[in-house]
């Protein structure tokens, strides 16, 4: 186990409707990262928080947003829901600086059917 | 065309034999290569990595890199069916490891 816990592991919810899924990350680790990976594809990189600052984002568009609190767990928002979002949903974490992250470990993800 | 190109498989091989695992890639600031293995239903997690061109062996793991020409390798000897998995490829270019860029991934079935 790497020690970073999602939830909830399964989701479905319907289009055009609001998502919250919840990442805690390792402990000591102040960087978490999600991705979005579509059946049959690689993870794709959405956004990375550092220290509760969005440090880089990806390629996806403003409905997805993102926190992240004190104690370096996060949260990944979706609004707007469409088919396509459904996928399963990866965080991240690691420690370092900004610019500078250790190994990155993987929770085991959130599935979320949109319908 | 995608920054990193994987054959999705699925790749099927009997117990024992060698596993040989391929990504091309087209950006030139790539400097570190992972490679993940990723089981049904769970996350990605770390198998090796190399830095710049050459080869790392890792127990029954080598992973390979030619810069020059954009292309890296895994190797899997003496596969087991507990290798049955999807691996993905994921360079990046800084320091930072939680921005990757994945490939698609190939699945590996390996056959008792």
């Known amino acids: 186990e790497t020690g970073v816990t999602q939830s909830p592991t399964h989701l479905i919810k319907t289009r055009g409707q609001q998502v919250t899924l919840r990442c805690s990350s390792q402990s000591g680790h102040n960087t978490v990262s999600w991705y979005q990976q579509a059946l049959g594809q690689g993870p794709q990189f959405i956004f990375q928080?550092?220290?509760?600052?969005?440090?880089g984002r990806g390629n996806f568009p403003p409905r997805f947003s993102g926190l992240q609190f004190p104690n370096y767990s996060s949260e990944l928002n979706v609004n707007a829901l469409e088919l396509d979002d459904s996928a399963l949903y990866l965080c991240a974490s690691s420690g370092g600086t900004r610019t500078m992250n250790t190994e990155a470990f993987f929770g085991q993800g959130t599935r979320l059917t949109v319908v | 065309q995608k920054e990193v190109e994987q054959d999705p498989g699925p790749l099927s091989v009997p117990e024992g034999a060698i596993v040989s695992l391929n990504c091309t890639y087209s950006?030139?600031?790539?400097?570190?290569f992972m490679w993940y293995r990723q089981y049904s239903r769970k996350g990605p997690e770390l198998l090796m990595y190399?830095?710049?061109?050459g080869n790392k062996e890792d127990g029954r793991f080598t992973a390979q890199v030619d810069k020059s020409s954009k292309y890296i390798s895994l190797f899997i000897r003496d596969s087991q069916p507990s290798d049955s998995a999807t691996y993905l490829c994921?360079?990046?270019?800084?320091?930072?490891?939680?921005?990757?860029?994945f490939g698609a991934g190939t699945q590996v079935v390996v056959t008792p």
């Open positions: 950006n030139s600031a790539f400097q570190y």
């Open positions: 928080y550092y220290r509760e600052e969005e440090n």
């Open positions: 190399t830095y710049s061109s």
């Open positions: 994921a360079p990046r270019a800084t320091d930072s490891w939680g921005k990757l860029q």
